[in-house]
């Protein structure tokens, strides 16, 4: 079982990799099918709406078809998929492998997070989280950079095609490894699929349009209402039934609720920074793609080096205080991130995204490892199922957060925002106000009982 954990990351940087790595290709997928970038951008909505809509359904199916099952035919159908986007003769073509990919992603992340919840002692719980999530604070930073050398040395296609080899890789050892098992087998519940689907089809469709600066903020405001008109209606079915689809009666496990409630505030800001500071770096400080992109490998280290003393870390402080005192570190590298301008020295500049990069990750580690302590082994199909449903609407949301101040900021400024003529006065308005709902959600942590989570932590 101590391989479950890395057969799993390896499916979940498949699937965020992909996901980020796609926006360097759209100038040279668009020239390929003749058409213009943003018509190559229905591919990248179409997928994410296209996981919206399926992933609340991935408990359920694990349940009811076995985890093994429906972990395997996701990497199976996400692979297919890869394959058909690479060889994709059209834009229609194209949208559609993507709407396929998208099924396969939906099944693929939430199950495999079941997976490892469901086999990993509640001791070991934080180690296995931490192994999982690091292609998704990672993905995000390292995806552009490894897409421009694809498009530079090969072509588009290979971005899909690099797939195969790693997806026939993980569905070998699948079968191998991961045991299959069911869960209880309880009715479809239809009325929540639907709404639940689109709500989040409204919600995510609308932070899409209100982050691209063509776009009519009145068109993505009317969406995002009504996804929360959806939303309620959700939360009112749900409540009315014996076996709802996302259960929110969850909520009543007070780790879950901070992971939730807290847990979205802090993503807003942390799923923002990685839109944010390339932007900076190349429109606010006027840099290179490559040279911006050497820079953001600081941000990446961080990410990624801050694993391996994330376990220890908690062992040591607790939930409570390490969530409160690394959210209040994040702020203020954010701040500082917002106070850098073209003349800071380049050592600074580095420090400060290192510093975004740690505490970022311990933030999204600690998250994704709060939610499960108090959760039975009955309820972490419906824990993972509502979590990853958290997860996908926060990406959204950070990044339209990010990008909607850039346009206020600017358009009170006298300057319209269509034009990208972003200044670093700007941005330093942008960092300011998307640390606040990371400095909200301090007070909430602080709340949090000291023994919270004091399941997860080990004996040492």
């Known amino acids: 079982m101590t391989l479950l954990p890395y057969i799993v990351a390896a499916t979940f940087f498949m699937e965020y990799l992909d996901s980020t790595i796609i926006a360097t290709a759209l100038p040279s997928m668009a020239r390929s099918f003749h058409v213009g970038p943003n018509e190559i951008s229905l591919g990248m909505t179409a997928y994410m709406l296209t996981l919206a809509v399926f992933i609340p359904i991935s408990g359920w199916a694990a349940d009811r078809f076995g985890s093994r099952t429906v972990f395997a035919s996701a990497v199976v159908v996400f692979t297919a998929a890869s394959v058909l986007c ?16 998208g099924l396969g992603g939906a099944m693929m992340v939430p199950v495999g997070r079941f997976i490892v919840v469901r086999n990993t002692e509640t001791s070991r719980m934080i180690q296995a989280i931490s192994t999982i999530t690091w292609p998704a604070v990672v993905a995000p930073v390292v995806g552009p950079t490894v897409g421009g050398m694809i498009v530079t040395f090969a072509t588009w296609h290979w971005i899909f095609f690099i797939n195969v080899p790693l997806g026939l890789m993980v569905l070998g050892v699948i079968f191998a490894v991961v045991p299959q098992q069911f869960g209880e087998r309880r009715p479809m519940d239809w009325g929540g699929f639907v709404l639940g689907g689109l709500s989040l089809t409204a919600i995510l469709l609308g932070t899409e349009l209100a982050s691209n600066t063509q776009a009519s903020l009145v068109l993505a405001g009317a969406l995002f209402v009504a996804g929360l008109l959806l939303g309620a ?55 290179t793609a ?65 510093g975004c990069g740690v505490t970022r990750s311990m933030q999204y580690t600690l998250l994704a490892t709060l939610g499960y302590a108090d959760i039975g082994n009955r309820e972490k199909g419906a824990a993972s199922t509502l979590l990853s449903v958290t997860r996908q609407i926060c990406i959204g949301l950070g990044v339209a957060f990010a990008a909607l101040t850039l346009r206020a900021v600017a358009t009170l400024r006298g300057e319209h925002p269509a034009t990208d003529a972003f200044v670093p006065a700007d941005f330093h308005w942008a960092f300011l106000i998307v640390a606040i709902p990371l400095a909200l959600s301090i007070p909430r942590y602080l709340r949090m009982d000291r023994t919270a989570g004091a399941a997860l932590r080990t004996a040492s």
């Not at 749900?238 to 009666?249: I, M, N």
């Not at 040279?291 to 801050?306: I, P, Q, T, V, Y």
């Not at 994040?330 to 003349?343: I, K, Q, R, S």
């Open 86 to 101: 690479g060889f994709a003769g059209s834009v229609d073509q194209f949208v559609a492998a993507r709407v396929l990919q």
């Open 233 to 287: 209606a959700t939360l009112r079915h749900a409540a009315g039934q014996d076996h709802p689809l996302l259960d929110f009666r969850l909520m009543r496990h007070p780790t879950f609720a901070v992971t939730v409630l807290a847990g979205t505030l802090s993503r807003f800001t942390i799923d923002a920074i990685p839109y944010l500071v390339p932007l900076l770096l190349q429109v606010g400080f006027g840099l």
């Open 290 to 354: 490559f040279h911006a992109g050497s820079l953001m490998l600081a941000f990446a280290f961080g990410n990624l080096g801050m694993k391996m003393f994330t376990t220890r870390i908690l062992d040591r402080f607790g939930f409570r205080t390490t969530a409160a005192v690394n959210a209040g570190l994040g702020v203020l590298f954010v701040l500082l991130a917002g106070a850098m301008v073209p003349a800071t020295p380049v050592a600074i500049l580095l420090l400060v995204l290192l």
